[in-house]
């Protein structure tokens, strides 16, 4: 999480579980893909969005953070689930998801 959105986490706790709520963060499919994968919550909320098929910054404007940011958390997500595109990424949560 950039800096920015940190200091207005810590200034306003409840805006990180609101905005991630609306993004997916409680969802069954988040909880999986942090177990499984281990992905941080905000990187479980970027799947998720991607999953549903999102651009990165429709992701970045609704969790209040940064298009960068976005990317290297999209980066950590293919290297915990070892996939090397977005393409890959969304068909393993789809699978996921069928189960």
Do not use: W
Not at 36 to 47: D, K, T
């Amino acid at each position: 999480m950039g800096a920015k959105s940190m200091m207005a986490t810590k200034s306003n706790p409840s805006r990180l579980s609101s905005q991630t709520a609306e993004t997916g963060a409680g969802t069954a499919l988040a909880t999986a893909l942090r177990a499984r994968f281990g992905l941080s919550r905000m990187e479980a909320v970027v799947a998720c969005a991607l999953a549903d098929g999102l651009t990165y910054q429709e992701i970045a404007d609704r969790c209040g953070i940064s298009y960068h940011t976005i990317h290297s958390h999209v980066k950590a997500i293919h290297v915990k689930a070892r996939v090397s595109t977005n393409s890959r990424l969304q068909a393993l949560i789809r699978r996921i998801e069928a189960v």
